[in-house]
């Protein structure tokens, strides 16, 4: 008998909230996270853009303990995150149990904030890099803390595929806990690149709104960053059900492949082929059940690409899908988009509300699903898409639906 | 050179989470609560607030077979003394 994955636990932390309700109540009602904002690193270095910033976020990093202290912003970000998320599944682990978890993180950067400070210090002032600059950086480092902080000594390992970094990693996950090698999987995303050295570059790469994600609309002019983590408890269906588990949902499917073409610009087959492998063998529900949290980054190229991709994946079904991209309220999380976007279609499997697409302001021929324009609706839904993909041609979609 | 012991007593106190009472040289290392971060961190601040280079390697037990802070204290200054 095939080993089966479900979600049993979710943790959120983004700029529109700080834990799973929070950030749901903020995505039904349409509210947004992104504001014009300055980040000061020293006299002359200041960069104001539009960003999806966690506002208060240093009281909540204050009684992490002094392990955590000693952290990046994604390190900490990922860990109040999976703190909610392994409590929400009531998880309490027995030794058996760590050694059968796995720790599996997405990021797209690592510890920029510890990167940034160090080079601005070096040079700027002459001084030296703090010793733990390195630690703090590393991608695994979230993943690292994880496993140390709750004594978790299964498979544990950074995934780091860009934008779909947080799908990637959960895909990845339940891959493991399919194939035996785990049995359950804390995993996701953690992204914290709002420093100043990232945006200057981000900003070079000319692909950042001027003022507003627009995701669908036709006067969108690029994304808007956000930060934050979104984690997930993943775990074998009947190990969950052992322990008497909350279910949320089924991962049915997970779908991965990669555009061959460019760096920058998307392809239709790539988007349209990783949908594909998700809904492979899936007994899909009729196309009005289904919701799809779209890439939808509001960029020029992105959301035209995946609107020809799902409609090469549907075909006629595509006018009954529901789709919506909240990037327009949490911004681009980057490497953790995937991690709080499956959340928010596993939250919309759950409760048949399907968040918006904010900003929603001029109709685009080139973009013309069922997007959800500006306020959430109703749907009794049965299969739910997170997509996510890449720079890089890096594409990754999973698959929830109810057990 | 100046005498480092008050300096390092104070930048360990300041790592010693585990303890209510300010560090002696007879404290146990044990119960400073510090781990192998505090040690690089604290190798770090000596040679920020004393202007030298340690010559030291985070990959060898640092804390070896030291069982006092006298014990660190002592190592520390003799790492200093290397360098010097």
Request: include cysteine; proline fraction near 4%.
């Amino acid at each position: 008998m095939a080993r089966r994955v479900v979600v049993t636990g979710l943790g959120a932390v983004a700029s529109t909230g700080m834990n799973v309700p929070a950030f749901w109540e903020a995505a039904t009602s349409g509210k947004s996270g992104i504001k014009s904002d300055t980040i000061v690193a020293g006299e002359d270095l200041k960069i104001t853009a539009p960003m999806a910033r966690i506002e208060g976020f240093d009281d909540v990093a204050a009684d992490l303990g002094r392990d955590i202290a000693r952290t990046d912003n994604f390190t900490k970000f990922a860990v109040v995150a999976s703190d909610e998320a392994i409590e929400d599944a009531g998880l309490h682990f027995s030794d058996e149990m760590r050694t059968r978890t796995a720790t599996i993180i997405g990021t797209g950067i690592g510890g920029q904030e510890a990167m940034n400070t160090a080079y601005i210090g070096m040079l700027t002032k002459g001084k030296r890099a703090h010793p733990l600059t390195i630690l703090k950086t590393i991608p695994n480092a979230a993943a690292s803390q994880l496993s140390i902080r709750h004594g978790l000594t299964g498979p544990a390992f950074a995934v780091s595929s860009a934008c779909a970094s947080g799908a990637h990693a959960i895909g990845v996950t339940a891959e493991l806990i399919k194939s035996g090698a785990a049995d359950i999987g804390v995993t996701g995303a953690s992204e914290a690149v709002l420093t100043y050295g990232s945006l200057e570059a981000w900003k070079a790469m000319h692909i950042l709104s001027s003022d507003q994600c627009r995701p669908f609309s036709k006067n969108r002019n690029g994304l808007v960053i956000g930060e934050g983590a979104g984690i997930l408890v993943l775990e074998e269906y009947d190990h969950a059900r052992a322990r008497g588990a909350k279910v949320y949902a089924e991962l049915v499917g997970f779908g991965m492949n990669a555009d061959g073409k460019d760096m920058i610009n998307p392809a239709v087959e790539g988007a349209a082929g990783a949908m594909s492998l998700a809904l492979n063998g899936i007994d899909q529900p009729a196309a009005s059940e289904i919701y799809i949290n779209a890439h939808g980054t509001g960029t020029l190229m992105n959301d035209p690409t995946e609107t020809k991709a799902i409609r090469e994946v549907f075909g006629v079904g595509a006018d009954d899908l529901i789709v919506s991209s909240t990037k327009s309220m949490h911004g681009h999380l980057l490497g953790a988009a995937g991690g709080v976007e499956t959340i928010m279609a596993i939250k919309a499997l759950e409760t048949g509300i399907v968040p918006p697409t904010i900003n929603f302001e001029e109709p685009d021929p080139e973009c013309d699903l069922n997007i959800t324009p500006n306020e959430a609706q109703e749907r009794s839904l049965s299969l739910t898409l997170s997509n996510s993909f890449a720079f890089g041609g890096l594409n990754a979609v999973v698959a929830f639906a109810r057990i | 050179m100046a005498d480092l012991e008050p300096t390092l007593l104070d930048i360990i106190k300041d790592h010693a989470v585990g303890l209510t009472e300010a560090p002696t040289r007879e404290t146990d290392i044990n119960d400073l609560g510090i781990d192998s971060f505090a040690v690089v961190e604290i190798i770090y601040e000596v040679e920020e607030k004393l202007g030298i280079e340690v010559p030291f390697n985070a990959n060898e037990n640092p804390l070896g077979d030291m069982k006092t802070v006298g014990d660190l204290i002592d190592g520390v200054k003799g790492l200093v003394e290397k360098g010097a």
